[in-house]
């Protein structure tokens, strides 16, 4: 990774060098992007979508060198939800994140030194706290985000006046100041990167609907399809890689492809109301983000630009994204009231102010509210760079270049695993828990997640254990992992009629739940306990030496076959030796060829020949990927729950229960 970055960053280096000499000044009204009307018919690399995120792949691919590159858009370059947006660069996040926030503010930076008008403020931001959890809460995030080399402060009431005396903090615990945080003009940023990368060899085909992805029809790794063809309105190319950036579109398309590719994103609306010029506006500002308000405002443009997360969202489009769907958004005063009433209170001087027309601007919003990036399980060399969750430009340019990265070098060189579009599973990809799930998602942008108390409430009770309704009668209180219930701690003192309640309070102090957890905790310890892991991801592989005839999850396959190539496969995989007796549980690391952590959990010997592998939700479909990139057969076995008895008693178990039905694997 140090070579590739190294090398990356005399790329930069050389292209700002070419761009000085060979640009000159360029404002928002002189964008000449030169369109093709007809298609190639054959590219190395197609790009569908020419918004901020299609643009930015494309000018890093170029920059790189990759310049036979092809962006398809169905309409006209930046037309999309690109074209409006609160153009916010925020950096006040996880490291992840923030690193791929960095690289949009420098690049954003560097244009703008180069001469290219992007509106590019770096302002600051100030992090209000009108309660004592939110400071609490924005404290903490300092706590983690200054080691990792931001610079942030936790400033009192006073000092946040000093900072913008145009704010009331009268009512204020105090704020955290971020100075790197800034602004810059969305529209302009979008059409100077789709500029720069026609002039480094990208062609812009508009006007132009991508129908289908077709694949190849023998597998190109094991059992994945690759990127052959990309069929249109205006004719089929071809093509080695495909690029899904289209926005609100994603997930259509992903439909449409051959196999299909999951892409689960919904559009909300997303709500902007721009004041008149004003003279108080014209200055250097902060960006303000009121938390509690779910309301942020920043200048541009001598204009005060008024946004927000609410606390209940209004998902977009519930039969699909009609042709004339700008016309059909218009502006929720009623919905948008606390919003606009949240900044007049932070800011008194809005309260005179005059109005534009409060506009929506739709945006992809994902089930974690975290954006979606990389290449896809259903097929090779088809990568994805879609739902900026309300804000395009701020990850657009990062999430470009890691993508330009992943696609050059076969592997992302930048930490991308928070953001994999492996996260997901098709229960994720349906459109009614899409819609549900979206209704929440976005106001939990600006909600205090406090921890281990910051469960979903919408598009729950979707996939359960045998014995859900056993843990429930029990007093269970469950949360939601990959739309799986599982019971987080019982209450018996809980009613049936509270048995769906959620957590009835939060806190950063001890939680309500302590003392039940650790009472558990002594069952299990000092009796017997029983923990259910259905929610787990389990996997099974099996060696079935020659005999392709016989159906692989076959019983008499698995104790016929004498081959012992599955101990010998998951022994050069292993941290661990997994070659132990037949109903043995032996926990383990599973490792890449480079070394990395891939996987771990917890491997069964069912048979001589067999193993089930039992590992955590969050992984099922990057780990079944992964195998399938290694195996030419893979096996998820039919849906079963999983018990786990723990108890230093389990032998003293089975004598006194020796007719029950239970099969035992014993940990070594």
């Known amino acids: 990774m140090a070579q590739i970055m190294s090398s ?61 590159v092809v962006v398809l858009e169905q309409n006209q370059i930046s037309s999309g939800t690109s074209h409006d947006g609160s153009g916010v660069l925020g950096l006040f996040k996880p490291a992840s994140e923030r690193k791929i926030v960095t690289h949009s503010v420098e690049l954003i930076k560097q244009l703008q030194n180069l001469g290219y008008n992007l509106g590019f403020q770096q302002c600051g931001s100030l992090n209000l706290a009108r309660t004592h959890d939110r400071a609490i809460a924005l404290k903490r995030r300092v706590a983690y985000v200054k080691p990792s080399g931001l610079q942030c402060e936790w400033l009192d009431r006073h000092a946040i ?42 062609k812009y085909v508009t006007n132009c609907r ?31 890689y495909f690029v899904n950036a289209s926005g609100m579109w994603a997930r259509k398309l992903g439909e449409q492809s051959l196999p299909k590719v999951r892409i689960p994103t919904f559009p909300a609306e997303h709500f ?48 699909g994204i009609p042709e004339n769907w ?42 974690d509210g975290k954006w979606i990036l990389g290449e896809t399980p259903e097929i090779d060399n088809y990568f994805v760079a879609v739902g900026m969750n309300g804000n395009n430009i701020q990850g657009a340019i990062g999430s470009g270049q890691a993508i330009a990265e992943w696609i050059i070098y076969g592997t992302p060189a930048t930490q991308m695993l928070p953001f ?5 599973i098709d229960l994720h990809n349906n459109r009614r828990y899409l819609k549900e799930r979206t209704t929440e998602v976005v106001g939990r942008h600006y909600q205090i997640l406090y921890p281990e108390q910051c469960e979903y409430r919408t598009a729950r009770r979707l996939r359960c254990s045998p014995i859900y309704s056993e843990l429930e009668a029990a007093g269970a209180l469950f949360g939601t992992r990959m739309g799986f219930e599982r ?37 299990c310890r000092e009796g017997v306990g029983i923990i259910d892991l259905s929610s787990f991801t389990k996997m099974e592989i099996t060696s079935i030496g020659y005999d392709r005839k016989r159906l692989f999850d076959a019983e008499e396959s698995r104790v016929q076959s004498a081959s012992n190539q599955v101990v010998e496969f998951m022994q050069k995989l292993c941290s661990n030796d997994v070659n132990i007796p037949v109903g043995g549980v032996v926990h383990t690391g599973m490792h890449n060829d480079q070394g990395g952590y891939e996987n771990e959990g917890m491997l069964i010997r069912k048979f001589d020949n067999s193993h089930l592998i039992v590992t955590g939700a969050k992984g099922e479909t990057k780990s079944f990927n992964w195998f399938a990139q290694l195996l030419k057969y893979l096996s998820i076995p039919p849906k079963f729950g999983v018990l786990v008895i723990t108890s230093n008693k389990v032998r003293d178990l089975e004598k006194n229960h020796p007719k029950a039905v239970l099969l035992f694997y014993r940990k070594l």
């Open 326 to 367: 700008k016309s059909l958004l218009v502006g929720d005063e009623a919905h948008f009231r606390p919003i606009k009433k949240g900044a007049e209170h932070r800011l008194p001087i809005l309260q005179n102010a005059l109005y534009e027309k409060l506009i929506n601007v739709p945006d992809n919003f994902t089930p």
């Open 420 to 424: 994999d579009v492996r996260r997901f």
């Open 210 to 240: 991508v129908y289908t992805v077709i694949t190849d029809d023998e597998p190109h790794t094991q059992i994945t399809p690759k990127v052959t063809h990309i069929q249109t309105n205006k004719g089929t190319v071809e093509c080695e």
């Open 161 to 202: 006046k000093a900072l913008h005396p145009l704010l009331f903090t009268d009512d204020l615990e105090g704020g955290v100041w971020v100075p790197d945080d800034a602004v810059a003009n969305p529209f302009a940023v979008s059409n100077t990167l789709a500029s720069l990368a026609q002039d480094q060899g990208a």
């Open 272 to 319: 902007y109301l721009h004041t008149l010029p004003m003279r108080e506006a014209a200055v250097n500002l902060p960006l303000i983000r009121d938390y509690d308000s779910h309301m942020f405002c920043v200048t541009r443009d001598s204009k005060f630009i008024i946004g927000g997360f609410e606390r209940k969202a209004k998902p977009a489009f519930d039969n």
């Open 487 to 523: 019971a987080l701690y019982f209450d018996k003192q809980r009613r049936k009629s509270q048995a769906n309640d959620f957590m009835a309070e939060n806190t950063f102090g001890k939680p309500h739940f302590h003392d039940l957890v650790h009472e558990e905790y002594n069952a």
């Open 8 to 68: 990356r960053q005399l790329r930069v280096a050389y292209h700002f060098t070419r761009l000085n000499q060979n640009h000159s000044r360029v404002t928002r009204d002189e964008f000449v992007i030169r369109k093709y009307s007809s298609l190639p018919a054959r590219t190395q690399v197609v790009v569908c979508g020419a918004g901020m995120v299609g643009n930015s792949i494309a000018y890093h691919l170029t920059q790189a060198g990759w310049t036979d």
